[in-house]
């Protein structure tokens, strides 16, 4: 049985978020969503972009951060359930758009630019492209990929047009934030 999945800081601080039952999905620990928000400093009032959302709760601290929106793709049925759950129980359906689709799919159609975007996939069916989410990254904006710290130098190349701010390694998890210059 794992422990309950909570919201770090902000104003939902310790709400609890309903994690999908699901093998698919790795829901980012608090200690790393913690240390990314440590690294970029405030998020408020940027609209935001979790790309393989999961549990959603990258998305979900975010907002109880001050986020003006948060824009959740994600395929898998359990976890649209799950963050659709979460985000009726904290009350914060009109800052949270949950989308149940393919990211390019979804970014191509949607024709919209974020301020921050969160990439965060399945470590056990890693896309060979990721980099597509730079065209839909506002200029000066951030983007955050979370990878398994054995895939991070061949996944790295992608973002070779970006600026890296910071590269950490958590355990088996590496984090690298990058800007749009």
């Given at each position: ?13 310790n ?7 699901t093998?698919l ?18 998020v ?20 109880s ?7 959740m ?7 649209i ?15 949270v ?18 301020d921050l975007?969160?990439?965060d996939?399945?470590?056990n ?24 710290k054995?895939s991070s ?18 355990g ?10």
């Amino acid at each position: 049985m794992s422990l309950p999945i909570r919201i770090s800081a902000g104003y939902l601080k310790n709400q609890k978020i309903e994690a999908p039952q699901t093998s698919l999905t790795h829901p980012m620990s608090q200690r790393i969503r913690q240390a990314i928000f440590n690294m970029i400093g405030s998020v408020e009032d940027l609209n935001i972009l979790d790309a393989f959302a999961g549990s959603g709760s990258f998305g979900f601290e975010a907002v109880s951060r001050g986020a003006k929106s948060v824009v959740m793709i994600e395929k898998e049925y359990k976890s649209i359930k799950a963050i659709r759950q979460t985000a009726s129980s904290l009350k914060i359906k009109d800052k949270v758009d949950v989308i149940n689709s393919d990211n390019k799919t979804y970014l191509l159609s949607a024709g919209i630019k974020f301020d921050l975007i969160l990439v965060d996939p399945p470590y056990n069916a890693l896309p060979s492209d990721l980099a597509f989410v730079i065209d839909y990254l506002r200029e000066e904006g951030l983007l955050i990929v979370s990878i398994p710290k054995d895939s991070s130098d061949s996944l790295k190349k992608q973002f070779e047009k970006l600026d890296l701010l910071k590269e950490k390694n958590y355990g088996i998890v590496t984090i690298l934030i990058y800007r749009k210059i």
